[in-house]
Nanobody, 124 residues
Framework: QVQLVESGGGLVQAGGSLRLSCVVS????????MGWYRQAPGKQRELVAV???????NYADSVKGRFTLSRDNAKNTVYLQMNSLKPEDTAVYYC??????????????????WGQGTQVTVSS
């Protein structure tokens, strides 16, 4: 079992920045992909960014160039640095972990482990 604890959400003005953190515990050995999903009101949960065990990253087109996913293995923590925030970034952001990159990317129903979510609100 994997446990994910998120922090860093909040209210920020358009153009501002936030950094989300996700602390991982439990069976860390089983994890081969970490990522962040988000879900805006009335919309489906979508994959924002993913990082592999080897450190490769991929981003949704909507956030590419603005968001950066990173990790600190010594702290068992992954981060999502969000810059140049837009009102359309407003959503609940969920940390996610899975044993396979393919299932991380397949959609929310395929993801093995979830954090409880943290609200990000970008005002104009």
């Amino acid at each position: 079992q994997v446990q994910l604890v998120e922090s860093g959400g909040g209210l920020v003005q358009a153009g501002g920045s936030l950094r989300l953190s996700c602390v991982v515990s439990g069976n860390i050995f089983s994890i081969n992909a970490m990522g962040w999903y988000r879900q805006a009101p009335g919309k489906q949960r979508e994959l924002v960014a993913v990082i592999t065990k080897g450190g490769s990253t991929n981003y949704a087109d909507s956030v590419k160039g603005r968001f950066t996913l990173s990790r600190d293995n010594a702290k068992n923590t992954v981060y999502l640095q969000m810059n140049s925030l837009k009102p359309e970034d407003t959503a609940v952001y969920y940390c996610a972990a899975d044993r396979l990159i393919s299932t991380m990317r397949a959609g929310p129903a395929s993801v093995g482990s979830w954090g409880q979510g943290t609200q990000v609100t970008v005002s104009s």
